[in-house]
């Protein structure tokens, strides 16, 4: 069982692809996480995507997808992935259409989490998260509050806040996913692949629902 995960930003891709991970074993490629490397690597690729993802624009299509064929290539194809922050425009669903065929796998279902504008601002401004275990953390939510604040439940690292959850690049994250993201849905609807859940609730209720329809829920 192989997914992606479509969403507005902040919906809570990473937080249900992180526990799909721990619960059941899925590998879980995220497109903002492979760009956070790049961007640690200090070289001038990586400065440049620092500067892109700064103001909450898209990285160019060649090379995300290029990351992105390289880390399936990587991983071991016998258990499930799910994709999260890729594909997020119509072009890039396309070139992964082409990877898996190489690959000669399939995705199997299209996960939209959908939350309003306001929620996401919401948990945009409150979210810190791990920069060594990318353990996600929000200050708004009670669920995802660490035990010490500031300081990671799981790695004892000091969490910091990502360069893009401002309000400015919030908006631009926003109006891309309006106008890039949600063609999307359409594309995959027409596939026959696509469930759409509500992402308002709790993580336990979304989660819960995530597993449903996964039907891997084992407890
Ligand atoms: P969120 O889903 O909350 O917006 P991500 O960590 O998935 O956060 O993405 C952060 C940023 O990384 C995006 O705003 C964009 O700059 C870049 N990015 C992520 N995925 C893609 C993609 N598929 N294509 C181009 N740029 C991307």
Same mark, same amino acid.
């Given at each position: 069982?192989?997914?992606?995960?479509?969403?507005?930003?902040?919906?809570?891709?990473?937080? %249900?692809?992180?526990?799909?991970?721990?619960? %059941?074993?899925?590998?879980?490629?995220?497109?903002?996480?492979?760009?956070? !490397?790049?961007?640690?690597?200090?070289?001038?690729?990586?400065? #440049? *995507?620092?500067?892109? &993802?700064?103001?909450?624009?898209?990285?160019?299509?060649?090379?995300?997808?290029?990351?992105? #064929?390289?880390?399936?290539?990587?991983?071991?194809?016998?258990?499930?992935?799910?994709?999260?922050?890729?594909?997020?425009?119509?072009?890039?669903?396309?070139?992964?259409?082409?990877?898996?065929?190489?690959?000669?796998?399939?995705?199997?279902?299209?996960?939209?989490?959908?939350?309003?504008?306001?929620?996401?601002?919401?948990? +945009?401004?409150?979210? +810190?998260?791990?920069?060594?275990?990318?353990?996600? %953390?929000?200050? !708004?939510?009670?669920?995802?509050?660490?035990?010490?604040?500031?300081?990671?439940?799981?790695?004892?690292? #000091?969490?910091?806040?990502?360069?893009?959850?401002?309000?400015?690049?919030?908006?631009?994250?926003?109006?891309?996913? &309006?106008? !890039?993201?949600?063609?999307? +849905?359409?594309? %995959?609807?027409?596939?026959?692949?696509? *469930?759409?859940?509500?992402?308002?609730?709790?993580?336990?209720?979304?989660?819960?629902? +995530?597993?449903?329809?996964?039907?891997?829920?084992?407890?």
């Amino acid at each position: 069982m192989n997914i992606i995960f479509i969403a507005p930003p902040a919906a809570g891709k990473g937080t %249900y692809s992180s526990l799909l991970k721990t619960k %059941y074993n899925f590998t879980h490629i995220s497109a903002g996480d492979v760009l956070r !490397e790049v961007v640690n690597t200090g070289t001038p690729l990586g400065e #440049e *995507v620092n500067k892109i &993802m700064k103001r909450g624009e898209m990285i160019n299509d060649e090379i995300i997808c290029k990351l992105i #064929e390289s880390k399936l290539t990587q991983i071991d194809l016998s258990k499930p992935f799910m994709l999260d922050g890729f594909p997020r425009k119509i072009n890039q669903a396309l070139e992964l259409e082409k990877i898996l065929n190489n690959l000669k796998i399939n995705v199997d279902k299209v996960i939209f989490i959908n939350i309003t504008k306001e929620t996401g601002l919401k948990r +945009i401004l409150g979210r +810190i998260t791990c920069p060594v275990c990318k353990r996600i %953390y929000n200050l !708004e939510n009670p669920e995802l509050t660490p035990k010490n604040i500031g300081v990671c439940d799981d790695c004892s690292t #000091e969490l910091t806040g990502r360069k893009d959850d401002t309000k400015e690049a919030y908006e631009t994250r926003y109006d891309i996913y &309006m106008n !890039e993201t949600l063609p999307l +849905i359409e594309y %995959y609807k027409g596939h026959d692949k696509l *469930v759409e859940i509500d992402g308002s609730g709790t993580v336990e209720e979304v989660f819960e629902n +995530i597993e449903n329809i996964l039907g891997v829920k084992n407890d």
